[in-house]
């Protein structure tokens, strides 16, 4: 049968005049439907851990705007937890875990075979979802990338430099390499589990790319990437691949072809210009919005929505922000982006 999700003919590489759209973080705190059912689970892990309720948010920005895909609701933070990390949630600060910096912390975590005992609900709302959304609406599932799992796992919470990760693989690389191993098995079966329950694209978060440099990018960055994408190739072939290794920077030049990405996600720090030049030549790119328009909105979104639109036009493109829709933003300026976009 002919693809006629325009997701998947993007990710297949076709050009269309109008781009396939969705958001980063497109369920949550600014959609008062989302902050609803959050409060029905209690709290935001119970949410991701509730199959019914994890699809219902899922589901409402479908239903609010008729996106082109769903994400599933879930947190790159569950896999370190099913890995054996204690995890919870300070309201207003963010995620906090059990951290690993030594042989013992390491020794101490589960094995990958273990990790299902945990997340056997997320491939339950992965099979609710793909019974209830719309035929035309692709399904993405996703995980965090090896580094940036590794780097909440290892400082314990969220960093602004990624220090102590950076610490640790200067200090103890023995422990440093054997936890991006684990991550990278577990994110393998993790992955294949979304895929196995109907996800019909999944994408690699690793939002703290930017701070790995040269060889330590190419060693951290790319070849766990590259590792986790031939594996699944070679378990689900033709489930594409989105990859987002955010704030690359020249780093994002030849990365879906040296990982086998189907498609690479790009921050906005980059220019649609030279990001249509130096990567969209080598296939599908997503993005690169930047989220603050999504408060602001006005002229300035619309011209910026069409001026993005413009530049990746020659090109399979996937409209996205940059980064992930903030809880101040807007939802009227959400229907203003698409409006822009399809015209
Ligand atoms: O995009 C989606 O709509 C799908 C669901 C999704 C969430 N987190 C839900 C979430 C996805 C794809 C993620 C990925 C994620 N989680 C990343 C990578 C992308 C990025 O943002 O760079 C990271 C680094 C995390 C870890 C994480 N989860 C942090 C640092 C935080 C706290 C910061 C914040 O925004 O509050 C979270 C919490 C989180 N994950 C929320 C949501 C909707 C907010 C929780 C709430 O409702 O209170």
Known sequence: MAETKKLMRALAGEVQDVPPVWMMRQAGRYLPEYRATRAQAGDFLSLCYNPELAAEVTLQPIRRYGFDAAILFADILLLPQALGADLWFVTGEGPRLSTVTTQADFDALKGVGDIDEVLSPIYETVRILSRELPAETTLIGFAGAPWTVATYMIAGRGTK???????????????????IDLITKGTIEY??????????????????????????????????????????????????VIAFPREAGDNYIGFAKATGADCVALDNSVSADWAAANVQVDGCVQGNLAPGHMVTG???LID????????????????????????????????????????
């Open 161 to 179: 430099d990624q220090g102590p990760a950076h610490a640790l693989r200067t200090e103890n690389q023995p422990v440093f390499d054997a936890l």
């Open 191 to 240: 992955l294949s589990k979304q895929i196995e329950a109907g996800a019909e694209v999944v994408k690699i978060f690793d939002s703290w790319a930017g701070s790995l440099k040269g060889e330590a990018f190419e060693r951290y960055a790319l070849q766990p990437a590259k590792e986790i994408i031939t594996a699944l190739n070679a378990r689900h072939p033709g489930v594409p």
């Open 298 to 300: 006005g002229q300035a």
């Open 304 to 343: 910026e929505t069409k001026r993005i639109k413009q530049a990746f036009s020659k090109g399979p493109h996937i409209f996205n922000l940059g980064h992930g829709i903030t809880p101040d933003a807007n939802p009227d300026n959400v229907q203003i982006m698409i409006d822009a976009i399809r015209g």
